[in-house]
């Protein structure tokens, strides 16, 4: 019996044929072609062509979702001592529960001068007036002291000045907001006064801004608008990423708008503040982010949203929405 016989099997390669113009192109083995890799650098030059205005000008883009819709605004961080804070005369006096406030703040106030009637009361005061001097003549020491404090007030309040605060594009008190890029390169170019036109940088801002540029970072994107709802889901659902980029914006507004209430709520100490840090611990790993979620377990899901509901709501007041 002879030796089997090999039979080799060819197959045969088709002859490639041209794609039509709406298929995409295919490879032999993985299907459609791969983007060409040297796209991929001009894309990223690109994108840091766009970065490198905002860089250079130090001004970011900012898009900021709130219950009434969502829209693009500007901030610039800067020290204390270079800006001037936005005006909120006008603002405070169109809010008739903080007017009704203020008068009776006012009212307080004038209540606490004392008038003095009596002679026998007045000598009395007098005399008291007279021993307070005594006990404080040839006291040095303590007036170095109460110097030394005023010098270290002094440098306190230096600090502060050279402190880097947020500034917003903001008028009169009140935030603007724009609904596309291009109504807000429309009001940049336009010359109309608003808060950030104080920068050296805002008129280079204004003759190179185009709607394109306004592309905000993912960091810089807040979704105020799903605070409440996430938080009313209580612990399991909540997200620790929306929270706490919400508290940083929220901050950073309270701040620039002067809304001392909301600064409060979110001061050190508070119940919000609390919540805050306990979210940054349970982001982390090890025994840090355990206790920081042993943490969140303990603070009211309803007292958090309540709060932020106000937050949200003082916000969203002095809020101006532009087309």
Known sequence: MGS??????????????????????????????????????????????????????????????????????LRAYRPASELTPTDVAERDADDPFLARRQAVETEDDEDEDVVILDEDVAREFAESDGEEKKRTKGGDD?????????????EAADE?????????????GRLLLFKTPESLVSFVRSGAPNDLSQLDSWNELSERLEPADIAPLDEDVY??????????????????????????????????????????????GSSLDDLDEALRASVNGGIGGFMGRRRLKKIGAQTASLGWRTIVGKISAVVDWRD
Do not use: C
């Open 4 to 73: 089997p016989t090999h039979t080799e099997v060819t197959v045969a390669r088709q002859s490639p044929q041209r794609p039509d113009a709406d298929e995409p192109e295919l490879d032999d083995i993985t299907g459609p072609a791969e983007p060409d890799a040297a796209d991929e650098p001009e894309a990223a030059a690109s994108a840091d062509a766009d970065r490198a205005l905002w860089d250079e000008l130090r001004i970011d883009p900012v898009e900021i979702a709130l219950p009434a819709g969502t829209g693009f605004t």
């Open 142 to 154: 303590a007036g170095a002291g109460k110097a030394e404090q005023e010098e270290t007030d002094e």
């Open 160 to 172: 502060a000045d050279d402190e880097e605060v947020p500034a917003f594009l903001t008028h009169r």
């Open 223 to 268: 979704e105020l608008d799903l605070v409440v709802e996430n938080l009313r889901g209580g612990h399991d659902t909540w997200d620790p990423t929306l929270l706490i980029e919400a508290g940083e914006v929220a901050r950073d507004l309270a701040y620039a708008l002067r809304l001392p209430a909301v600064l409060d709520m979110l001061s050190a």
